[in-house]
């Protein structure tokens, strides 16, 4: 049977998933004895930018380096950067310069889709917003995908097993193949079909574009479903879409005209920002896929800045260890560690290995309470990347 190209938990966590000049390096130095006590931080950029981004995949990282004996600071999860250190590792070298392709990946991901959620969240701030990305990436890293957009403030998720691993409930309702399976004609079978075979709490939301107009399979699934009825779904292919908004009003007054006013609307396929920003008032939620997984991942570095107790650093990079702030105006400050911080300001970096030992738990939910409150604070998004 073939087997799938992913690799497991052990080999990455051995450290193998590593760019081979690592274990060149480590080879090199172990040559010539020579293992010094460094800092390492990694960031995106070296100085604060005012575009801000979500910090994500600290819980992945705390898995990746637990049992080796370093010392690790790093921002919380769900905590708003432009700036400085995102986090900081101390300890021999060779204890973790292997790890390093690896964290830089299971950081770079997370952090662009979560900034990418957030953006959607904060374009449709009363919308019901779900994450329909996970179609468009390996499945193996649908978790990453599906956490992400609820660090980044999403109401719900679509794949199953990583709602599973996550503690969270997916969520969805019909795709086109089951109205194709009925038949053109057949759209009220299918539609009472479904009604008929699921769960009570699961809600119903009759998609209303495979074969007629939008307008007359919403208005027939309003009466061939009643009151069970929860919301139509437009997906409509972009071939064919036209004015979305101009769609979107023709089904409300088509419902409302027919007398089904609480039949919501929501729509899904190709929806980015721009696509909340001018349908949020007249639909009721949006189904998010490409525009989260499209994100380019964010630009992580790993840097030694101090090696044996001395600040020093390759070309363009800042040496010694920093410390970053949340300033009272809701700034980024970055500063040497033993420099004085801005006044009231919050210092970000927390501990999250000793020795090895991982000392601080990741919580979903805080981080998403975190990315909301904090990009509040900061003015996240206030206009388009």
């Known amino acids: 049977m073939p087997a799938f190209d992913l690799l497991d938990a052990e080999t990455i966590g051995a450290g193998r998933a590593t760019d081979a000049y690592f274990l060149r390096t480590e080879e090199a130095l172990e040559a010539a004895e020579r293992d010094p006590t460094v800092v390492a ?20 990282v705390a ?7 370093v010392d690790v600071d790093a921002l919380p999860e769900g905590q708003l950067f432009d700036g400085g250190p995102v986090l900081r590792i101390e300890g021999r070298y060779r204890a973790f310069a292997r790890y390093e392709t690896a964290l830089l990946g299971l950081l770079s991901q997370p952090t662009a889709f979560a900034t990418r959620a957030l953006r959607a969240r904060r374009a449709a701030p009363d919308s019901l917003l779900l994450s329909f990305g996970s179609r468009h990436l390996h499945p193996a890293i649908a978790p990453v995908l599906e956490r992400a957009a609820l660090v980044g403030g999403l109401d719900g998720i679509s794949n199953v097993a990583a709602g599973e691993l996550l503690g969270e409930e997916a969520g969805g309702t019909m795709p086109h193949a089951l109205l194709l399976v009925f038949g053109e004609g057949n759209q009220v079978d299918a539609w009472q079909a479904f009604d008929r075979g699921v769960g009570p709490d699961v809600p119903r939301v009759a998609l209303v574009d495979t074969f007629y107009d939008e307008t007359v399979e919403a208005r027939q699934a309003a009466e061939a479903l009643g009151d069970a009825l929860e919301s139509v779904r437009i997906d409509t292919t ?10 979107v009003r023709e089904v409300r007054w088509e ?14 396929g190709g929806i980015d920002r721009a696509a909340i920003e001018r349908l949020r008032d007249v639909v009721d939620g949006f189904g998010v896929g490409s525009y989260l997984t499209d994100a380019d991942p964010t630009d992580f570095a790993l840097d030694i800045v101090a090696v044996d107790g001395e600040p020093v650093s390759k070309r363009g990079k800042l040496p010694g260890r920093k410390a970053v702030y949340r300033t009272a105006e809701g700034g980024h400050h970055v500063a040497l560690t033993d420099a004085e911080g801005p006044t009231e300001g919050e210092s970000l970096l927390e501990p999250l290995l ?14 998403a309470d975190r990315a909301a409150q904090d990009a509040e604070r900061v003015g996240f998004a206030e206009s388009e990347e």
Do not use: K
């Open 63 to 69: 898995a990746l380096l637990e049992g080796l004996p």
């Open 41 to 60: 931080e990694v960031t995106a950029d070296q100085f604060p930018t005012g575009d801000f981004d979500v910090f994500g995949g600290v819980g992945d």
């Open 255 to 268: 419902l409302e005209a027919a007398g089904h006013d609480d039949v919501g609307i929501f729509v899904s």
């Open 238 to 247: 972009g071939s064919r879409r036209g004015d979305l908004r101009h769609i």
């Open 354 to 367: 000793r020795d090895g030992e991982v000392v601080r738990s990741v919580d979903l939910d805080a981080a």
